[in-house]
């Protein structure tokens, strides 16, 4: 008899976790984005925005861009061989050497451009400097095709004896 007295119902206990509930549901609805945003999904947001403050740092890295600028260079300058503009060719070539002076690839591509146009002195320079660079395979020099004008030239014989250095 007193039990009843104490524990209400259990239809009004359970009448109760509904209307909560729907008032939930309610408050959802009616939520902002950003209200929903701030107070439920903080922790994903705040990764998402350090993973877009990381992509924008790689995104201006100098090192990065300007790699991107030698590769355009590059393949511009792979275009406008392709087309015998040679002028061209060097032209970008130039500019790809101003970002990686080191490139013994870009050196050696120079130096068969400057031979095709038969411009000895500037085409065993670029080979020099490729050789300085640490050019991988040297038997190029003596069976590429666009290097045959510069082996023909006298200074070629003291370039090749002298280890192919100037």
């Given at each position: 008899?007193?039990?009843?007295?104490?524990?209400?119902?259990?239809?009004?206990?359970?009448?109760?976790?509904?209307?909560?509930?729907?008032?939930?549901?309610?408050?959802?609805?009616?939520?902002?984005?950003?209200?929903?945003?701030?107070?439920?999904?903080?922790?994903?947001?705040?990764?998402?925005?350090?993973?877009?403050?990381?992509?924008?740092?790689?995104?201006?890295?100098?090192?990065?861009?300007?790699?991107?600028?030698?590769?355009?260079?590059?393949?511009?300058?792979?275009?406008?061989?392709?087309?015998?503009?040679?002028?061209?060719?060097?032209?970008?070539?130039?500019?790809?050497?101003?970002?990686?002076?080191?490139?013994?690839?870009?050196?050696?591509?120079?130096?068969?451009?400057?031979?095709?146009?038969?411009?000895?002195?500037?085409?065993?320079?670029?080979?020099?400097?490729?050789?300085?660079?640490?050019?991988?395979?040297?038997?190029?020099?003596?069976?590429?095709?666009?290097?045959?004008?510069?082996?023909v030239q006298p200074e070629y014989g003291r370039f090749e004896e002298n280890g192919f250095r100037l």
């Amino acid at each position: 008899f007193l039990g009843a007295f104490i524990l209400p119902n259990l239809d009004q206990l359970v009448a109760i976790p509904a209307i909560l509930g729907f008032v939930d549901f309610l408050i959802f609805l009616t939520m902002s984005r950003d209200t929903f945003n701030e107070r439920y999904n903080k922790d994903a947001l705040q990764q998402e925005q350090r993973q877009k403050d990381i992509a924008r740092a790689k995104a201006n890295d100098p090192k990065r861009l300007l790699n991107k600028q030698y590769e355009k260079y590059l393949k511009h300058a792979q275009a406008s061989y392709k087309d015998y503009e040679y002028a061209d060719t060097i032209k970008a070539l130039l500019k790809a050497i101003e970002i990686k002076y080191d490139d013994p690839e870009t050196h050696f591509f120079l130096a068969r451009c400057y031979s095709v146009i038969e411009d000895t002195d500037k085409a065993l320079n670029h080979l020099d400097m490729a050789i300085a660079f640490n050019l991988q395979d040297t038997e190029r020099i003596k069976t590429e095709g666009d290097l045959a004008f510069l082996r023909v030239q006298p200074e070629y014989g003291r370039f090749e004896e002298n280890g192919f250095r100037l």
